[in-house]
Protein backbone atom coordinates (compact mmCIF):
# COMPACT_ATOMS: atom_id res chain seq x y z
CA UNK A 1 0.00 0.00 0.00
CA UNK A 2 2.56 2.35 0.70
CA UNK A 3 5.61 1.25 -2.15
CA UNK A 4 7.41 4.45 -3.17
CA UNK A 5 6.85 6.48 0.21
CA UNK A 6 10.11 7.29 1.87
CA UNK A 7 10.03 7.83 5.16
CA UNK A 8 12.67 9.84 7.26
CA UNK A 9 13.03 8.71 10.92
CA UNK A 10 15.63 10.11 13.03
CA UNK A 11 15.54 8.38 16.41
CA UNK A 12 18.77 8.46 18.88
CA UNK A 13 17.96 5.43 20.33
CA UNK A 14 19.33 2.24 18.46
CA UNK A 15 16.95 -0.08 19.88
CA UNK A 16 13.80 1.88 18.83
CA UNK A 17 15.50 3.16 15.67
CA UNK A 18 15.70 -0.32 14.44
CA UNK A 19 12.40 -1.85 15.46
CA UNK A 20 10.81 1.69 13.55
CA UNK A 21 13.07 0.56 10.68
CA UNK A 22 11.94 -2.97 10.31
CA UNK A 23 7.93 -2.14 10.95
CA UNK A 24 7.81 0.42 8.63
CA UNK A 25 9.63 -1.47 6.16
CA UNK A 26 7.48 -4.37 6.49
CA UNK A 27 4.98 -1.90 6.00
CA UNK A 28 5.69 -0.85 2.78
CA UNK A 29 7.86 2.65 3.19
CA UNK A 30 11.24 3.08 2.18
CA UNK A 31 13.18 4.04 5.09
CA UNK A 32 16.15 6.63 6.03
CA UNK A 33 16.96 5.82 9.60
CA UNK A 34 19.30 8.77 11.05
CA UNK A 35 20.65 8.83 14.87
CA UNK A 36 21.17 12.33 15.53
CA UNK A 37 19.98 15.56 13.89
CA UNK A 38 22.54 16.13 11.77
CA UNK A 39 22.26 12.75 10.06
CA UNK A 40 18.49 13.30 9.52
CA UNK A 41 19.37 16.92 7.94
CA UNK A 42 21.73 15.31 5.96
CA UNK A 43 19.38 12.83 4.64
CA UNK A 44 16.67 15.31 4.10
CA UNK A 45 18.95 17.31 1.69
CA UNK A 46 20.61 13.84 0.14
CA UNK A 47 17.34 12.24 -0.84
CA UNK A 48 13.21 12.83 -1.63
CA UNK A 49 11.59 11.71 1.23
CA UNK A 50 7.34 12.10 1.69
CA UNK A 51 7.46 12.68 5.47
CA UNK A 52 9.79 13.23 8.60
CA UNK A 53 9.51 11.25 11.74
CA UNK A 54 11.49 12.99 13.86
CA UNK A 55 12.25 12.18 17.42
CA UNK A 56 12.67 15.64 19.85
CA UNK A 57 15.65 14.79 21.93
CA UNK A 58 18.45 13.89 19.98
CA UNK A 59 22.01 14.58 19.87
CA UNK A 60 23.98 17.20 17.90
CA UNK A 61 20.43 19.28 16.80
CA UNK A 62 17.17 18.32 18.73
CA UNK A 63 13.97 17.41 16.44
CA UNK A 64 12.30 21.16 17.17
CA UNK A 65 15.80 22.54 15.08
CA UNK A 66 15.87 19.80 12.65
CA UNK A 67 12.01 21.02 11.78
CA UNK A 68 12.40 24.77 11.86
CA UNK A 69 15.24 24.01 9.02
CA UNK A 70 13.41 21.67 7.04
CA UNK A 71 10.42 24.13 7.27
CA UNK A 72 12.48 26.58 5.77
CA UNK A 73 12.26 24.52 2.88
CA UNK A 74 9.37 22.98 2.45
CA UNK A 75 6.63 24.44 3.93
CA UNK A 76 4.21 21.40 3.38
CA UNK A 77 6.17 18.19 4.06
CA UNK A 78 4.63 16.33 6.77
CA UNK A 79 6.09 16.01 10.30
CA UNK A 80 5.53 13.68 13.17
CA UNK A 81 7.30 14.24 16.14
CA UNK A 82 8.14 11.30 18.58
CA UNK A 83 8.62 12.66 22.70
CA UNK A 84 9.30 10.92 26.04
CA UNK A 85 8.25 14.25 26.95
CA UNK A 86 4.22 14.81 27.76
CA UNK A 87 4.44 18.50 28.61
CA UNK A 88 1.84 21.09 27.36
CA UNK A 89 4.22 23.55 26.42
CA UNK A 90 6.81 21.23 24.29
CA UNK A 91 2.98 19.91 22.21
CA UNK A 92 2.51 24.34 21.35
CA UNK A 93 6.09 24.51 20.40
CA UNK A 94 6.31 21.45 18.17
CA UNK A 95 2.61 22.75 16.18
CA UNK A 96 4.24 26.16 16.17
CA UNK A 97 6.93 25.54 14.16
CA UNK A 98 4.56 23.33 11.88
CA UNK A 99 4.38 19.69 13.03
CA UNK A 100 1.45 18.03 11.81
CA UNK A 101 1.25 15.64 14.45
CA UNK A 102 3.18 14.71 17.82
CA UNK A 103 3.17 11.02 19.76
CA UNK A 104 4.11 9.91 22.93
CA UNK A 105 6.42 7.76 23.85
CA UNK A 106 5.35 4.92 25.17
CA UNK A 107 3.52 4.10 21.89
CA UNK A 108 1.97 1.10 20.37
CA UNK A 109 3.42 0.46 16.73
CA UNK A 110 -0.14 0.14 15.52
CA UNK A 111 -0.91 3.95 16.97
CA UNK A 112 2.19 5.25 15.42
CA UNK A 113 1.66 3.84 11.57
CA UNK A 114 -2.15 5.17 12.00
CA UNK A 115 -0.87 8.68 12.53
CA UNK A 116 1.76 8.34 9.63
CA UNK A 117 -1.09 6.97 6.99
CA UNK A 118 -3.08 9.25 8.24
CA UNK A 119 -0.25 12.62 8.58
CA UNK A 120 0.32 11.49 4.81
CA UNK A 121 -3.24 10.87 3.35
CA UNK A 122 -4.19 14.55 4.42
CA UNK A 123 -0.92 16.08 3.21
CA UNK A 124 -1.24 14.50 -0.07
CA UNK A 125 -5.19 15.44 -0.16
CA UNK A 126 -4.32 18.90 0.47
CA UNK A 127 -1.29 19.22 -2.30
CA UNK A 128 -2.57 16.67 -5.26
CA UNK A 129 -1.56 19.79 -7.34
CA UNK A 130 -2.52 17.43 -9.92
CA UNK A 131 0.32 17.57 -7.91
CA UNK A 132 2.52 19.03 -9.85
CA UNK A 133 0.92 21.60 -12.12
CA UNK A 134 1.60 24.96 -10.90
CA UNK A 135 -0.60 28.21 -11.59
CA UNK A 136 2.08 31.16 -11.24
CA UNK A 137 0.56 34.64 -12.39
CA UNK A 138 -0.51 34.15 -16.26
CA UNK A 139 2.05 31.42 -16.05
CA UNK A 140 1.40 27.57 -16.26
CA UNK A 141 4.04 25.79 -14.57
CA UNK A 142 4.28 21.79 -15.16
CA UNK A 143 6.73 20.05 -12.95
CA UNK A 144 5.93 16.63 -14.25
CA UNK A 145 6.75 17.75 -17.81
CA UNK A 146 9.32 20.49 -17.24
CA UNK A 147 7.22 23.34 -19.25
CA UNK A 148 6.47 26.36 -18.33
CA UNK A 149 3.39 27.93 -20.64
CA UNK A 150 1.82 31.51 -20.84
CA UNK A 151 -1.07 31.32 -23.67
CA UNK A 152 -0.11 28.83 -26.87
CA UNK A 153 3.68 29.60 -26.20
CA UNK A 154 5.27 26.71 -24.42
CA UNK A 155 8.73 26.92 -22.87
CA UNK A 156 10.62 23.78 -22.27
CA UNK A 157 12.94 23.54 -19.08
CA UNK A 158 15.66 21.89 -18.06
CA UNK A 159 15.86 19.41 -14.85
CA UNK A 160 17.51 22.10 -12.33
CA UNK A 161 15.21 24.85 -13.74
CA UNK A 162 12.23 22.79 -12.62
CA UNK A 163 13.67 21.86 -9.35
CA UNK A 164 14.33 25.33 -8.62
CA UNK A 165 10.80 26.78 -9.83
CA UNK A 166 9.40 23.54 -7.93
CA UNK A 167 10.59 24.84 -4.68
CA UNK A 168 9.78 28.56 -4.89
CA UNK A 169 6.37 27.07 -6.26
CA UNK A 170 5.51 25.03 -3.35
CA UNK A 171 6.65 27.80 -1.11
CA UNK A 172 4.81 30.09 -2.70
CA UNK A 173 4.95 33.92 -0.89
CA UNK A 174 7.41 31.71 1.83
CA UNK A 175 11.10 32.75 1.68
CA UNK A 176 13.04 29.88 0.53
CA UNK A 177 16.65 29.45 2.46
CA UNK A 178 19.62 29.83 0.51
CA UNK A 179 21.77 27.34 1.91
CA UNK A 180 19.51 24.43 2.10
CA UNK A 181 17.99 25.40 -1.57
CA UNK A 182 21.73 24.74 -2.57
CA UNK A 183 21.83 21.38 -0.51
CA UNK A 184 18.77 20.28 -1.56
CA UNK A 185 19.02 20.88 -5.40
CA UNK A 186 23.06 21.52 -6.16
CA UNK A 187 23.99 18.97 -3.24
CA UNK A 188 26.39 21.30 -2.43
CA UNK A 189 26.67 25.32 -0.76
CA UNK A 190 30.08 25.63 -2.57
CA UNK A 191 30.64 29.23 -3.51
CA UNK A 192 30.69 27.94 -7.17
CA UNK A 193 27.40 25.97 -6.47
CA UNK A 194 25.93 28.93 -5.55
CA UNK A 195 26.98 30.92 -8.52
CA UNK A 196 25.47 28.66 -10.56
CA UNK A 197 22.47 28.42 -8.35
CA UNK A 198 22.56 33.00 -9.30
CA UNK A 199 22.63 32.36 -12.86
CA UNK A 200 19.62 30.00 -13.08
CA UNK A 201 17.68 31.97 -11.04
CA UNK A 202 18.25 34.96 -13.26
CA UNK A 203 16.98 32.34 -16.00
CA UNK A 204 14.01 31.89 -14.51
CA UNK A 205 13.52 35.61 -13.89
CA UNK A 206 14.10 36.17 -17.32
CA UNK A 207 11.84 33.57 -17.99
CA UNK A 208 9.04 34.85 -16.17
CA UNK A 209 9.19 38.40 -17.12
CA UNK A 210 6.38 38.75 -19.56
CA UNK A 211 4.06 38.86 -16.48
CA UNK A 212 5.62 41.99 -14.42
CA UNK A 213 3.34 41.05 -11.31
CA UNK A 214 5.54 37.73 -10.59
CA UNK A 215 8.98 38.21 -9.46
CA UNK A 216 11.43 36.41 -7.60
CA UNK A 217 12.60 38.42 -5.01
CA UNK A 218 16.11 37.97 -2.91
CA UNK A 219 15.74 38.09 0.97
CA UNK A 220 19.53 39.59 1.60
CA UNK A 221 21.13 37.28 4.00
CA UNK A 222 18.57 34.17 3.88
CA UNK A 223 16.98 33.17 0.25
CA UNK A 224 14.42 34.12 -2.31
CA UNK A 225 10.44 34.27 -2.14
CA UNK A 226 8.29 33.77 -5.63
CA UNK A 227 5.67 36.05 -5.24
CA UNK A 228 3.10 38.33 -6.85
CA UNK A 229 2.00 41.79 -7.36
CA UNK A 230 -1.98 41.84 -6.70
CA UNK A 231 -2.64 44.98 -8.98
Not at 71 to 82: N, Q, S, V, W
Not at 162 to 187: C, G, H, M
Amino acid sequence: MNLGIKLLVAEDDPNLGNILKVFLTQKGYTVFLAIDGQMALDYYHQTEVDACILDVMMPIKDGFTVAKEIRRLDKRIPILFLTAKNLEADKLKGFSIGADDYITKPFSMDELLARINATIRRSFDENKPENNIFTIGKFTFDYNHQTLSLGDAVRNLTTKESELLRLFAINYNQVVDRSSTLQRIWKDDSYFAARSMDVYITKLRKYLKDDPSVNIVNIHGVGFKLTQNEN
